[in-house]
């Protein structure tokens, strides 16, 4: 599966962005995840969704302020970021594996996206 990314830049703190993640075929069957790589700090699984799940695994640092969801129809992954704050800072993946076990945020994941920086600065 191949994953192309969008979305990211720079914003301010308490700003909003999105990132898409438009796979190349369905990601029906495949757990979903979005994760994060600041400096000198190592990845970080940000959140992901279980293949059939609608209960979604949140890094406790983004709970209440990122949304994973994924568009079955445009095969298609989001991550909604709002109330950014300077730590929010970090390369950004999406990576997806084909598989039902539904402890999405212990996988390790096959297919990655090519990555997209969020820089959170006043």
């Known amino acids: 599966l191949q994953l192309v990314q969008s979305g990211g830049g720079s914003v301010q703190p308490g700003g909003s962005l999105r990132l898409s993640c438009q796979a190349s075929?369905?990601?029906?069957?495949?757990?979903i995840g979005w994760f994060r790589r600041a400096p000198g700090k190592v990845r970080e699984v940000v959140s992901c969704?279980?293949?059939?799940?609608?209960?979604?695994y949140y890094l406790d640092s983004v709970k209440g302020r990122f949304t994973i969801s994924r568009d079955n129809a445009k095969n298609t992954l989001y991550l909604q970021m709002d109330s950014l704050n300077p730590e929010d800072t970090a390369e950004y993946y999406c990576?997806?594996?084909?598989?039902?076990?539904?402890?999405?945020?212990?996988?390790?994941?096959?297919?990655w996206g090519q990555g997209t920086q969020v820089t959170v600065s006043s």
């Open positions: 969704l279980s293949s059939g799940s609608n209960s979604p």
């Open positions: 075929g369905s990601t029906v069957d495949y757990a």
């Open positions: 990576a997806a594996r084909r598989t039902p076990w539904d402890q999405c945020n212990l996988l390790s994941y096959d297919d």
